[in-house]
């Protein structure tokens, strides 16, 4: 029987329930207050009537929490009806602490039930692990940025529900960069990958809700989805609209102003630049032992970017690329949110890169992320910033018709 029939059945009984053991909910699992709601508000403002009678799996980290900071870990796990079975966790694992190449299964100290790592041995849930859920929930907050892996975790896991018959829900949250900018060439299909799962532009403007409703259709899932939408989020809100609190959701994706420059300075991670790991300012700074950041950031002012200026720095990241090494490199300070185009300043930087580096910047590695080969060819080639933007348009004017049928939000 579905977990949802379960549930109709288990009303009668949950009506029962005495006032002592309603009064045992704590303050953090009533209704929560009004303003912006994310999915799993609104699933607890409803009682978690999605879930009951459901054996759940949970893909979270630390970012899944509602409005008041309470875990959804722990309110599927109370949530009368529910029988939260287990936890799925992505890059970094369940606490978003981890910054290694592989993550290991442990146990919730939480709840207590085991959390599967969806980055170690296995990228996608195994038959064994699914074998006793009816419902996968997920439930993370992205960034709104093609390679940023945790969307490719849920794309991997919607794939591995559809082939084993498990439902699978989306408690939604905003895109924090907005949801009105697409920018950037789409992949290259036959380029996908962990950090490329479907061939959507670098910066999609989507949030993780729309973009799972585009996997099932594009990828012909045969798969039971349901999202439970964001309340109060319109497309051209950024985060610092919403009222909601921010976590940074990754180890390194410490402050809204380096989320907004991943799209861009997380393109060029892949080549021999540091961009910032191992420094107080990951995705704000780059630099190299053998750039110079006066020459640079001079370079890059005469490009005239809008919302962006350039600073000269020179630093020594402790961990990570050029550990202990002094770089040469730009600080780059965001003055407007709304002119920043990071796409933009990523392929300014390719250019002049390439231009004032020919023999010692990297230029091969920047198509791992940037995943487009006639865009790294116009970049090999020295052709404008203006030229390089031109060769994808049409497969961006072609991508935001694609995601019409999808968008939740207006």
């Not at 009506?15 to 309603?22: K, N, P, R, Y």
């Not at 409803?46 to 309470?70: E, M, P, Q, S, W």
């Not at 190449?101 to 039930?113: L, S």
């Not at 697409?182 to 799962?197: T, Y």
Request: charged share 20%.
């Amino acid at each position: 029987m579905h977990c949802s029939a379960v549930g109709a059945l288990l009303a009668v009984f949950l009506s029962a329930v005495t006032l002592a053991s309603v009064q045992r909910r704590s303050v953090a699992e009533r209704d929560p207050p009004a303003g912006t709601l994310t999915g799993i508000d609104l699933l607890r403002r409803d009682g978690f009537a999605l879930l009951k009678g459901c054996r759940v799996g949970l893909i979270t980290n630390h970012t899944g929490v509602a409005a008041g900071g309470v875990p959804t870990s722990e309110l599927l796990h109370r949530a009368l009806g529910v029988t939260l079975v287990a936890l799925f966790s992505p890059e970094h694992g369940v606490a978003g602490k981890l910054d290694q190449p592989r993550v290991e299964d442990g146990r919730d100290p939480g709840t207590g039930v085991p959390v599967y790592s969806l980055y170690g041995a296995t990228r996608r849930p195994t038959r064994e692990q699914l074998r006793d859920l009816d419902t996968l929930v997920f439930d993370i907050q992205d960034i709104g940025t093609r390679f940023y892996t945790y969307i490719s975790t849920m794309g991997e896991a919607m794939q591995a529900a559809a082939e084993h018959g498990v439902r699978f829900v989306v408690l939604d949250r905003p895109n924090p960069i907005g949801g009105d900018v697409v920018a950037g060439p789409v992949l290259d299909a036959g380029k996908e990958s962990f950090v490329g799962f479907h061939t959507i532009p670098v910066r999609h403007g989507m949030t993780v809700g729309e973009l799972a409703l585009m996997f099932k259709a594009e990828r012909k899932l045969s798969l039971d989805l349901h999202v439970v939408r964001v309340e109060g989020w319109r497309r051209a809100d950024r985060f610092d609209a919403t009222g909601l609190e921010w976590t940074d959701p990754s180890p390194n994706m410490r402050s809204l102003t380096a989320a907004l420059l991943y799209p861009g300075v997380g393109m060029v991670e892949t080549t021999n630049l540091s961009v910032g790991r191992g420094t107080g300012t990951p995705f704000e700074v780059i630099g190299a032992p053998w750039l110079d950041g006066r020459g640079l950031a001079a370079e890059l002012r005469q490009a005239n970017l809008p919302g962006v200026s350039f600073v000269p720095i020179r630093f020594t990241p402790e961990s990570s690329k050029y550990q202990g090494q002094l770089c040469g490199g730009v600080r780059i300070l965001v003055t407007d949110w709304t002119q920043c185009d990071p796409v933009r300043l990523s392929l300014t930087l390719a250019v002049t890169l390439q231009r004032l580096y020919p023999d010692t910047w990297d230029v091969s590695a920047y198509n791992r992320l940037l995943a487009c080969d006639q865009v790294l060819g116009a970049v090999r080639e020295g052709k404008s910033v203006a030229e390089i933007e031109s060769l994808y348009q049409g497969d961006l004017a072609a991508f935001l018709k694609r995601r019409e049928p999808f968008l939740l939000y207006r």
